[in-house]
């Protein structure tokens, strides 16, 4: 059974920051692209950022380009969503999920985490 755990979710001031994480597996987190995703109340679940499992190519949308940055440590079995320049707007239900393959698509991954919350407030 595939897990993953997603972790550092919270309340911050609008232009902080914050780190979540997604641990998982040795195989699941070697093998798959691991993409983060988000749901914002009454809002449909976007795409936020992937990073590939074989060559570390990274994806981002273009709302949190050069505010977000997505990485892995392999040593931790996890994979990380730096976020800087925090937004309201960015508050959302923040999901990790693998696809069932080494790279980042747009079809929706096979494998998904509960969801961390991340409120950007004053």
Known sequence: QVQLVESGGGL???????????AGSKFILDSYAIAWFRQAPGKEREGVSCISSRDGHTYYADSVKGRFTIS????????????????????????CAAHSYYYCSDQNPKYWGKGTLVTVSS
Do not use: I, W
Request: with cysteine; hydrophobic share 30%; glycine share 6%.
């Open 72 to 95: 892995r440590d392999n040593a931790k079995n996890t994979v990380y969503l730096q976020m800087n320049s925090l937004k309201p707007e960015d508050t959302a239900v923040y999901y």
């Open 12 to 22: 911050v001031q609008p232009g902080g920051s914050l780190r979540l994480s997604c």
